[in-house]
Every structure is written in structure tokens, then in C-alpha cells.
């Protein structure tokens, strides 16, 4: 059974906006965060934080465009994208775990299906 659900990718032009949502519908996971996959490259972080203590991180090339945030419940987790370029185009895959060591390494212990996000230049 799927655990967590993206949604919101689509087609973009260069400059736009769009806003991933991941839904969690089992047990809290206590870090979460976002990854994308580009054609012929290998997935990458991109944002992640942490419910329970001051942890939040960026990936440099997302930096002050991104944002990440989160709802009340823990079940909820929104990647904000604006300012979006044509590198930006990729699979975005939602992802948890309960340490925060293990989501920043790429080991997170849930995926979601991914959502396909395309930036036209």
C-alpha cells in the first residue's frame, strides 16, 4: 500500500510557480523532505525538515527560489517552487524517515510514485 502521495507537478513556463504537495497517510515520519530525478542522472536531494527539532536544508542550487513547509497534522508536507528554470525539470519524489540523518544521505525509509515536474524555456 502507498504511503505517501505527491502531487502538483505539471508543465511551467521558465520564471513560473508551482507547489508540490506530499500527503503521508500512515505513521508520522519525523523528517521529510523532497528529491528529483533529471533524465540520465542520478536522484538528488533537493529540501527536507524536521517536525521535531530546528532542521531545515536547502540544496545550493534551490536555495532562495524553494521552499518547504509543513502542516499542522505531520501528515502534510508542500515544496513551493518558484522562480522556476529549465535545469528544474525532473521527477519529484516526496520522501520520509524518522531520522534526519537518513533523508539528507538519500536513504530515506518511504518514497512516493513521483510527480513530473517540466520547466519550457
Known amino acids: 500500500q502507498v504511503q505517501l502521495v505527491e502531487s502538483g507537478g505539471g508543465l511551467v513556463q521558465a520564471g513560473g510557480s508551482l507547489r508540490l504537495s506530499c500527503a503521508n497517510s500512515?505513521?508520522?515520519?519525523?523528517?521529510m523532505g523532497w528529491f528529483r530525478q533529471a533524465p540520465g542522472k542520478e536522484r538528488e536531494f533537493v529540501a527536507g525538515?524536521?517536525?521535531?527539532?530546528?532542521?531545515?536544508r536547502y540544496a545550493d542550487s534551490v536555495q532562495g527560489r524553494f521552499t518547504i513547509s509543513g502542516d499542522n497534522s505531520k501528515k502534510l508536507v508542500f515544496l513551493q517552487m518558484d522562480s522556476l528554470k529549465p535545469e528544474d525539470t525532473a521527477v519529484y519524489y516526496c520522501?520520509?524517515?524518522?531520522?534526519?540523518?537518513?533523508?539528507?544521505?538519500?536513504?530515506?525509509?518511504?518514497w512516493g510514485q513521483g510527480t513530473q515536474v517540466t520547466v519550457s524555456s
Open positions: 525538515f524536521s517536525w521535531n527539532i530546528g532542521w531545515r
Open positions: 520522501a520520509a524517515a524518522q531520522s534526519v540523518h537518513e533523508l539528507y544521505t538519500g536513504a530515506p525509509e518511504l
Open positions: 500512515g505513521r508520522i515520519m519525523y523528517s
